[in-house]
């Protein structure tokens, strides 16, 4: 028997190995017992990417679900991503949602995501009963799929249409297209370009095809995996933006006209510029510790309230839900933005990054200037030490007893310790050191005026530590 424990956002494992169709049915019973205990009537909905064997962990899901009483809605799309099911919970007025899905992992993984009543991620207490509910061994079903869905206990629905209707509605399309700037879209094989397709079908469309084993990438849009999308950018003097999701939709990548990769705390920026100086919003703007430093200029600029969060999507889903947020995101890229659902959604901040160049007629290039005109420039890179587990405990010893007292020739001015261990340089220069719990990881983060600084700081980071 298998502990099944979820992660920082849903239940992973390799297909065939802990993830089975015995073990889903477990996390899936778990399920139905924390629905059927906090909620009269409960109703789910649930769907899969475009992973092996989607379509047949889903039903078991549904199956196991539906014999517990509760009302099930499934995409009966041929895939859909984790934001269509966190809007289809709105939409359906359901108590949860789960998708199949391993986001950005490698193909060989699979995972199932547990959405909360307000279309978001399910909060750690709310992890917490499913994990305890979660039986040793499969249930046993009375009914089969089949009958269930005879029976109308199991009904389908069509997510992708619900979600594209909601971003006809949202986004100004007429502006857009009259605008004549262009989309370059890399959906990495994963499951937002059925609807780039239909809400943008004059993009140009790059790894869009149904493709499980994601070309041997992994479907996670960084820099190193997306080479194809800035070679386009770079031979395609047409093109305006490129835009690239990861394999359920909801991590963003982003390209300028020259194919320079353009990171997420540049898009916080962009959104917080457009949000509150161009469409007049107010409200908190909530970003994650490994965050650059700048977030927290622009808001003192503009004085409009901030909340430096753990890390994790899940911290800023919590403040979503209870306060008036403008802008959340973390450094993964995972970002949400007001008026739509507390989460993260690749194509939904796409939409609305090129509404806010043709609606001002600018460059992405010029836009990021006009924040650097308010914040100065930066640079941020972070590096993924694999290394000895001691070394790895060794160095956080270190954090902790104050073992570090400069970083190339940067004496530390303050430490923080909110979610690992961040070492203030002075000018806004940072560095920053958090241990993976679950491998011998040690990711080391970094922020200086300029990318040459930047590296210049993690290299002398990194030599300390493998000293």
């Known amino acids: 028997m298998v502990t099944l424990k979820f992660g920082t956002d849903g239940w992973r494992a390799i297909i065939a190995d802990e993830f089975t169709v015995e073990n889903v049915r477990r996390v899936a019973a778990g399920t139905a017992k924390w629905l059927v205990k906090n909620y009269p009537n409960p109703s789910v909905v649930v769907g899969h990417d475009c992973r092996f064997a989607g379509r047949l962990f889903t039903e078991h899901t549904a199956e196991v679900l539906a014999n517990n009483g509760i009302k099930v809605y499934i995409a009966n799309n041929a ?48 992890i917490a009963e499913v994990e305890n509910y979660t039986p040793d061994s499969a249930p046993f079903s009375l009914k089969s799929y089949k009958q269930l869905h005879a029976e109308g206990a199991i009904i389908d629905v069509d997510l992708e249409d619900l979600y594209c209707k909601k971003a006809e509605a949202a986004f100004d399309f007429d502006a857009i297209k009259n605008s004549g700037m262009r989309l370059a879209y890399d959906a990495m094989y994963g499951s937002g370009q059925n609807v780039i397709r239909r809400l943008l079908p004059d993009s140009q469309m790059l790894h869009c095809e149904h493709n499980p084993l994601f070309g041997g990438t992994p479907p996670e849009p960084l820099m190193k995996n997306l080479g194809e999308l800035s070679t386009l950018m770079k031979n395609s003097p047409n093109l305006d933006l490129g835009l690239a999701t990861d394999g359920d939709a909801d991590r963003i990548g982003l390209m300028n006209a020259d194919g ?96 806010f160049m043709a609606k001002t007629g600018k460059t992405l290039d010029e836009l990021i200037e006009e924040v650097y005109s308010l914040v100065g420039p930066f640079a941020m890179e972070r590096y993924d030490l694999h290394i000895d587990n001691d070394i790895k405990l060794r160095t956080i010893e270190m954090c902790k007893n104050n073992g570090f007292t400069e970083f190339n020739g940067f004496k530390i001015t303050e430490k923080e310790d909110l979610d690992g261990y961040k070492f ?44």
């Not at 705390?265 to 007049?280: D, F, N």
């Not at 209870?322 to 008026?339: D, L, P, R, T, W």
């Open 79 to 126: 895939f859909v991503s984790t934001p269509m099911i966190s809007s289809g919970i709105i939409d359906l007025k359901t108590d949860a949602g789960v998708i199949i899905t391993a986001s950005h992992n490698p193909p060989n993984y699979n995972g199932y995501k547990l959405k909360a009543n307000y279309g978001g991620p399910a909060l750690s207490s709310m």
């Open 260 to 355: 320079k990769f353009i990171d997420s705390h540049h898009i916080i920026l962009l959104l917080v510029l457009y949000t509150h100086k161009y469409k007049g919003q107010t409200g908190k703007v909530c970003f994650s510790f490994s965050n650059t430093q700048k977030l927290k200029r622009l808001c003192e600029f503009f004085e409009i309230p901030y909340e430096v969060c753990k890390i994790g999507f899940k911290n800023i889903c919590e403040i979503m839900i209870k306060e008036n947020v403008m802008v959340g995101g973390e450094e993964s890229g995972g970002i949400a933005i007001n008026g739509f659902i507390p989460e993260r959604d690749g194509i939904w901040i796409g939409l609305v990054l090129l509404e």
């Open 424 to 467: 203030h340089l002075g000018n806004d220069r940072w560095v920053m050191f958090r241990a993976s719990g679950t491998e011998p990881v040690l990711r080391l983060y970094a922020e200086s005026e300029s990318m040459e600084m930047t590296i210049a700081i993690l290299e002398s980071a990194k030599k300390q530590v493998l000293a």
